[in-house]
């Protein structure tokens, strides 16, 4: 393990220089070309693989090691956490640029560090230095490993599903082997912890991300098999799925957004209740309406998933995320409590039917004869419910048509009956919908894709079924995961498919 300053630590040193040079071109160039599928997924591996390698090098060389890991992780660490932010802002563009300009900084002063490492002078202090240090962050790091490969394999959550698993695995990883060289670990034992790192922290994150391909490739053919082949349009997204996305975002430029509008304030029967919504207009002519509807305790908002809201409004669409009478909505009044769940369910659907009644004639720059409506867990069933087996005000409107639904991860049950039971009364003529399931949802059953898909087989009507490995409730929640990179690629070539 000697690669320190002779000649092996040399030819190491300029090959990891060349390396880090490709990372930042390869980087570069694919966020210039915004996601190009297989080659995203593969240069954007490649790219991490740079990282993790230089890492590893600079841990056996010791000298400034601490400090190339330190910026390596931080990088990781705030690009995945700008991405985040900036999916969910009501505001801010999706693409990642603060993140990318963090990636390819670490790129270029691990480059620089490592050059000075192996041709510059130094004395190891802070080898000495920093031992006990090192010696607590391997050690946590090494637990935190462990607990995350059982948790991604036992009870996976959204963050199963997408770059956070990235770059858990390679903050502990670089700590825990970084404390093993430092601390004086004899080489075979590195290699050992090594090597029972990337198998206990890496594998299940390679099982995950590949998992991805097969899904997409599942899912593209069930939804063109129902749907057709849509031709590929400018501005959509160019694959099911690319890997690079997580780490740049995905664009949603060019909307306008309209907070806080107020379509209800009034009284009923429970007492005083005031509604809202939210606009994206697109800024060129609307090409269809699309009504997102929030989950079960959420709001409007950053907490029904902006990113979605933006990325459609961006492409065209006019997009209203509203409010529909939950009582864990903000400021709609005073709390309301039902008798039962069919009480509950017709108060929340009338108010959908509410908006679109109000909407359809308030928002006249909104193409209205391409209606879609999605939700989330809750909001995908009442999504479900107000177009399958509710009584709404659809066929007294003029210029209002309902082509298609898109639940997301909706709940069902095959015992629910009335207004509950979304698919018990299908017809060939019903509202064709998209259904998208995590198939390791512990909240609702995984199972309600194949239920939506057999009932609507079943009653001759057009569905296509979106099913996602290891991905729970919640899985879309990240915008460039690949989990929303699925649900909104699908959507997307649904609704153009449907639109007339």
């Not at 590893?56 to 660490?77: E, M, N, P």
């Not at 050059?115 to 790091?141: H, N, Q, S, W």
């Not at 039971?421 to 259904?435: A, E, F, I, M």
Request: hydrophobic letters at 45%; a negative charge; proline letters at 2%.
């Amino acid at each position: 393990m000697n690669v320190g300053t002779g000649r092996t630590g040399k030819i190491i040193c300029a090959l990891f220089c060349v390396l880090n040079l490709f990372a930042i071109v390869a980087l570069a160039v694919l966020a210039a070309l915004g996601g190009s599928g297989t080659a995203g997924t593969v240069f954007g591996a490649l790219c991490l693989a740079v990282l993790c390698a230089d890492v590893i090098y600079a841990a056996i060389q010791k000298r400034l090691a601490l400090t190339r890991i330190t910026v390596s992780v931080l990088a990781v660490v705030l690009d995945y956490a700008v991405g985040i932010s900036t999916g969910l802002s009501v505001f801010a563009d999706s693409k990642n640029i603060f993140g990318l300009v963090l990636l390819i900084a670490a790129y270029a002063v691990n480059g620089a560090l490592g050059a000075y490492a192996v041709f510059g002078k130094g004395t190891g202090r802070e080898i000495k230095r920093l031992k006990p240090v090192c010696a607590a962050v391997g050690a946590a790091g090494l637990l935190a490993t462990a607990i995350a490969a059982v948790v991604m394999v036992a009870t996976p959550t959204y963050a199963a599903t997408n770059a956070v698993n990235t770059a858990a695995v390679f903050i502990t990883l670089c700590a825990a082997f970084l404390s093993l060289v430092i601390y004086g670990a004899p080489p075979k034992a590195v290699l050992a912890a090594a090597s029972l790192l990337a198998v206990a922290g890496i594998v299940p994150t390679a099982i995950n991300e590949g998992a991805a391909f097969s899904d997409a490739e599942r899912a593209v053919a069930n939804v063109e098999s129902v749907f057709g082949q849509v031709p590929y349009e400018e501005g959509m997204l160019k694959a099911p799925y690319d890997f690079s996305l997580e780490f740049f975002g995905i664009s949603t430029e060019n909307y306008t957004l309209e907070r806080d509008k107020v379509y209800f304030d009034g009284e009923d029967i429970y007492g005083a209740l005031t509604l809202k919504y939210d606009a994206y207009y697109p800024n060129v002519e609307s090409r269809g309406v699309l009504i997102n509807l929030h989950g079960s305790g959420g709001d409007k908002d950053t907490g029904n998933y902006a990113h979605r809201n933006k990325y459609f409004a961006s492409r065209g669409y006019t997009v209203f995320d509203i409010q529909y009478g939950d009582y864990n909505e903000a400021d709609t009044g005073d709390e309301r409590w039902f008798s039962s769940d069919t009480e509950r369910v017709e108060f929340l659907l009338k108010y959908i039917d509410e908006f679109i009644v109000y909407a359809s004639g308030a928002e006249e720059a909104a193409d209205w004869n391409n209606l879609f409506i999605t939700g989330v867990s809750m909001g995908g069933t009442s999504a479900s419910r107000y177009a399958l087996s509710y009584g709404n005000s659809l066929n007294t409107l003029e210029n209002v048509t309902l082509r298609g639904i898109i639940p997301v991860y909706p709940g069902y049950s095959s015992g629910d009956e009335g207004v509950l039971d979304c698919l018990g009364n299908l017809s060939k003529d019903s509202t064709p919908c998209l259904v998208v399931m995590g198939l390791y949802d512990k909240v609702v059953s995984p199972t309600a894709a194949k239920e939506y898909k057999a009932a609507y087989d079943a009653a001759g009507a057009k569905c296509a079924a979106v099913e996602i490995s290891f991905a729970g409730h919640n899985c879309d929640y990240f915008m460039s995961g690949r989990s929303n990179q699925l649900t909104t690629y699908c959507a997307e070539r649904f609704m153009a498919a449907l639109s007339v």
